[in-house]
Every structure is written in structure tokens, then in C-alpha cells.
């Protein structure tokens, strides 16, 4: 019988999986100090001291949350918060779905089935106050173009708004975890070596804040036909920009 060798289960982690971690202890950091929206998070020289990490791995870390909505770095100044991950429902749900290639056409599918389930219960009992929170997001979106970590962070943040709105947390749990894997794809580049994709570079990115503004005019205007066109539009763009990124 062959012997086992002891340490075959102490091999290297892959940098994928230390970052991670390190997004696991960023948000325990969060959660446990309080951090309020708009707080300045330790220099990631710190968070590598507090960690033990490379600094590669903390600042791919805090892409990461800007893919969940929750950090948004902003270039020469550090990182912010942008949600306390204590009251993201989606913190608590994990999936196990692994993205081959292939399958991620299934999954920003699921996206845009549970985006639109979500819309459509929101177009019909969204208040004046989800409403303004909805377009508080979009504009916090068009003031982020050009700062890449702080547009991510700001579209997370307007999509699982839409989707809250709908008034079901379990909806919005299981959403925000699609939604991050498929972002996770969309931007992987961006998350390892900081790549910053064609079409959010700043003498074009107009063209997906024009894919977002006729969502928002609709859930206003209560159009059930004009929010699942606009749903549909954004939807096909995701999936060029993932196909394109693979």
C-alpha cells in the first residue's frame, strides 16, 4: 500500500483562496469595529501586518469586496466602506457553485431570472424611500466613472437595491451571491493584476450608465414591459463583457 505523505495537506495555498480568507477577516474587521459607511479601513500596509499577508493579496482582497458592494478603494487615498457587511443578508449565503466554462452563461441566466423576480415585486410595492435609495445609487454610479473600484462597488450596490425593494430577504441573499460570482468572472482580471476593462474606461463608460437609467425610470413609472426590456438589455451587455473577459 502506498504511504500517504503527511504533508500533501500543507501545500501552498493558491492566491485565489488566501484572498479569500483575507475577504473573510476584512469583513469580520468590519463587522466587529463598526465601521460605518464611509469609514476609512487600515492602509493595506496594516491590513498586511494584521493579517499576515502579502500586500498583493490584501489589495486583490479588497477588489473583491468592491465586486460585494462593501469597499470601494479609491486611488491615493485608500479604502472605504460602503456597507457594513453585518447587515448584508448575503454575507451568511453560500452557493457551492463553481464557475466552469460553460456554465457562466447558466449563471448570469439565474442572475437576470432572480434580478427580474425581484424588479417586478418591487415595481408594484417599492416606496418613495426604496425609490430614492434606487436613484441615490445611480448617481453615487455616475460620479464613480473613471475611479474603477468605486463603480463596481456602486453597481453592486444600485442591482441588490432593486432587489431588496422587493421586500424578501432570502430573495436578496441568494441574488447578491449570484450576482458577486458572475462579477467575480466579469472582473477577475481586475482582481489579480488590477486590469481595468475597456468598456469602464472613462471616455466610454457613458454607455453603461445609459444601460441602467431606463431600470430606474421604470420601476418608477410602475411599466412592467419597459423594466423587463431594460432588464433584458443590461443582461445581454453582462454577458459580452464576461464572454470577453474569459
Not at 449563471?107 to 431570472?113: G, S, Y
Not at 450596490?157 to 430573495?171: D, E, K, R, T
Not at 438589455?233 to 453582462?238: K, N, R, W, Y
Request: charged content about 25%.
Amino acid at each position: 500500500m502506498p504511504r500517504t505523505d503527511p504533508f500533501d495537506d500543507l501545500r501552498p495555498l493558491s492566491a485565489t483562496r488566501l484572498a479569500d480568507g483575507v475577504v473573510e477577516q476584512i469583513r469580520g474587521l468590519i463587522v466587529r469595529e463598526g465601521f460605518d459607511e464611509g469609514a476609512r479601513l487600515p492602509s493595506e500596509r496594516d491590513l498586511a501586518a494584521r493579517f499576515g499577508a502579502s500586500r498583493a493579496t490584501i489589495s486583490q482582497a479588497l477588489r473583491i469586496l468592491s465586486l460585494m458592494g462593501l469597499v470601494e478603494v479609491r486611488r491615493g487615498s485608500g479604502a472605504y466602506v460602503v456597507r457594513n457587511p453585518a447587515r448584508m443578508v448575503a454575507a451568511s449565503v453560500d452557493l457551492m457553485l463553481e464557475v466552469h466554462q460553460g456554465s457562466i452563461d447558466q449563471l448570469c441566466e439565474l442572475r437576470l431570472w432572480l434580478e427580474t423576480l425581484g424588479a417586478s415585486r418591487a415595481l408594484r410595492i417599492a416606496g418613495r424611500d426604496e425609490l430614492d435609495s434606487i436613484a441615490a445609487s445611480l448617481a453615487r454610479l455616475r460620479r464613480s466613472v473613471g475611479r474603477t473600484s468605486e463603480w463596481i462597488a456602486a453597481d453592486t450596490v444600485f442591482h441588490a437595491g432593486i432587489v431588496s425593494a422587493a421586500g424578501n430577504p432570502y430573495l436578496t441573499a441568494l441574488y447578491e451571491s449570484i450576482h458577486t460570482s458572475v462579477m467575480t468572472v466579469e472582473f477577475n482580471r481586475w482582481i489579480h493584476s488590477d486590469d481595468v476593462p475597456d468598456w469602464l474606461l472613462p471616455d466610454v463608460a457613458d454607455h453603461q450608465i445609459d444601460l441602467h437609467v431606463p431600470i430606474l425610470h421604470a420601476l418608477q413609472a410602475h411599466d412592467t414591459s419597459d423594466l423587463e426590456r431594460a432588464l433584458l438589455t443590461h443582461h445581454a451587455t453582462l454577458v459580452s463583457h464576461v464572454k470577453h473577459r474569459q
